[in-house]
């Protein structure tokens, strides 16, 4: 347990979300005091679980700037941790808005209330395509508005750096998986496809990704708030190994001990989805100290039991 943050003031946006939830219950057990920032009639409820004296929840629409800076200037928090996002491309005004304007502005925020970081929640997506590890000295080749979005992001976080403000920190999340994941997404479709006996539609076979444990992504966020001042570039938080999508269906089945019912080709590939999939996290190692302990089997399991303690809820 990383006791370095007790009793700072620290804000989170997109709280509720599945990254969010788990680090806002790290922070608590921590010590720290939590803004916990929450969407708007979005869901905020799902933190009361969570609720103490040490969290406050918030409502605020992140693209209404002025209520955003204000509340950064009435908590004024040692560190801020920005895992608020938009992905729908169907609202691209809003997508630009939340994940670079919002971003901007936050900065802005963070440096008249003399908070200590900020960590941004960077995504794997700011990179292109690729046959080998990516490497944060690698130009962004985002293929989709959500990735150049978030590398724009990066620019103004890097951009930061060089005006001695408040110590901006990007972290490159590759593929985060465990408990509170969307029901959308594969490692939760694939518990719940085992468990039920349901038929479970995949990609065609071949499509992988870099599969990190969400707790130890927690882990990296923590240590980055904490650590030093570095050379602004952004860093990986992954686990170096491009797993392929079937792979991760043989170890839940492995895990449940049930069969899973494929069905290949029947999940439309995203625009983004590519045979190799996989960052370097030597910078991370270098920079936070940290690397991923969670095996991928121990993660799933874990994951496993999280959704079987939920359905007897």
Known sequence: MDVSLSG?????TGAAGFIGMNLVARLLECGAEVVAVVRPGGNG???????????RIVPVDLNDSDTLQGLVAATRPAHIFHLATFRDVRE?????????????????AARLAEARSIVNAGSSLEYGEGSTLYKETMRPEPATLFGASKAAATLIAEGQLCTGGVCVTTLRLFHV??????????VARAIRAALSGTELPLTRPGLTHDFVFVEDVV???????????????????CSGVPTPNEQIVDLVEQITGR???????????????REFWAGDPSRARQVLGWLPVTSLRDGLTRTMQWTLAQHRD
């Open 8 to 12: 700072c003031a620290t804000l989170v």
């Open 45 to 55: 409820h799902r933190l009361q679980a969570l609720d103490g004296p040490r969290l």
């Open 92 to 108: 691209p005004r809003t997508l630009l808005f939340t994940n670079v304007v919002a971003f901007a502005a936050l900065v802005v």
């Open 177 to 186: 998986y465990g408990p509170h994941e969307p029901p959308t997404r594969l």
């Open 219 to 237: 882990d990296a966020l923590l240590r980055a708030a904490t650590a030093p001042p570095s050379d602004g570039l952004p860093i990986n938080i």
């Open 259 to 273: 069969p899973v019912r494929r069905a290949p080709g029947h999940y439309p590939a995203r625009t983004w989805d």
